[in-house]
Structure formats: C-alpha cells, structure tokens
C-alpha cells in the first residue's frame, strides 16, 4: 500500500549533505558547535551580572553592618 506521508518524511534526507552518515555526524556537531558558541556569550553576560551583583550587595552589607542604613 503506498503511503504518500513516508515519501514526504524521508525526502529531506534523500538529498544533499544528509544523505550519508558522515553528513549527518557534520549537521550534528555543527549543531552542538553553535549552541556551545552561544552558551559561552549568554555565560559571559551572566557572570559579570553575578559578579556586579556580589558588590552591589556586599557594598550594601558593608553600610548596613556600619549602621549607616
């Protein structure tokens, strides 16, 4: 019986660089390349937050145990 659904599902890696193993062990580690790329600029941002943060707040304890606040 033909089933026209398996013909669109599989038509993707019918062509192109999928289409081997190898091509799709590339697909796959430029996949994890990008998303390792972007996780070190989000990290970047997040640690000079944390770290902006952690003075802020002992500036704020240092006052407070003062008993300026």
């Not at 989000?42 to 240092?62: E, P």
């Amino acid at each position: 019986m033909y089933d026209p659904t398996s013909l669109i599902a599989t038509a993707p890696m019918q062509a192109g660089i999928a289409a081997s193993p190898f091509g799709r062990l590339l697909i796959g580690l430029v996949a994890v390349a990008i998303v390792i790329i972007v996780g070190r600029m989000v990290l970047a941002v997040a640690w000079r937050l944390v770290t902006i943060a952690a003075v802020i707040v002992a500036l704020l304890f240092a006052i407070s145990a003062a008993g300026i606040i």
